[in-house]
């Protein structure tokens, strides 16, 4: 269904049994909290990749603009190690995202007018409008930029159309944000 898939058994799967016990362990919390909204239960989630401990850590990427195939295997090595870089917190963020049944994709593309290679989350809402969530950015910001509390940058639920930060799509030239 759409970027969601289910096995024989009816449940969600990211379609590797390591990464589904990975995103259930780290939403045995957050999942079945009533006294959460659907939208609260994905900014925990969002919040749990961002605080979790996880870290910068360097990785070879070799990905084209555009492609998507690196998301599950990014999101087990982030799970398991902790570490990686862009493309790897965006998968580590995009299964939650899906296993709290949000239509959530991966974007290979550009950040900033030099338009460096960077991956992010994108999450079509039930208005229709998609939003970018970079969690990766974000928690670069914060901590290796401006050294502020988590209230002064906020990359959760950007819209598309007024980010804040330049995000360049794939087949898009920074060149129009100059």
């Known amino acids: 269904h759409g970027y969601l898939y289910f096995g024989l058994d009816g449940r969600y799967t990211s379609g590797s049994e390591a990464v589904d016990d990975h995103v259930d362990r780290i939403l045995a919390d957050i999942l079945y909290d009533d006294s959460l909204s659907r939208e609260e239960k994905l900014y925990e989630a969002y919040c749990s990749i961002r605080d979790g401990g996880y870290f910068y850590m360097s990785r070879p990427t070799g990905w084209q603009r555009g492609s998507t195939y690196w998301s599950l295997s990014c999101a087990k090595v982030m799970y398991e190690t902790k570490g990686g870089v862009c493309y790897y917190w965006a998968s580590a963020f995009l299964y939650l ?16 007018t030099a338009n460096q290679l960077h991956a992010w989350v994108m999450i079509e809402w039930d208005d229709g409008e ?12 914060i901590r290796d930029f401006y050294n502020r509390g988590y209230t002064y940058i906020n990359m959760f639920k950007q819209p598309r159309n007024s980010p804040s930060a330049i995000y360049v799509f794939p087949g898009e030239s920074a060149s129009y944000y100059g």
């Open 130 to 141: 998609e939003y970018i969530f970079d969690v990766e950015l974000e928690w670069a910001y």
């Open 97 to 112: 995202a899906r296993r709290l049944g949000y239509q959530a994709y991966p974007v290979c593309g550009g950040v900033g």
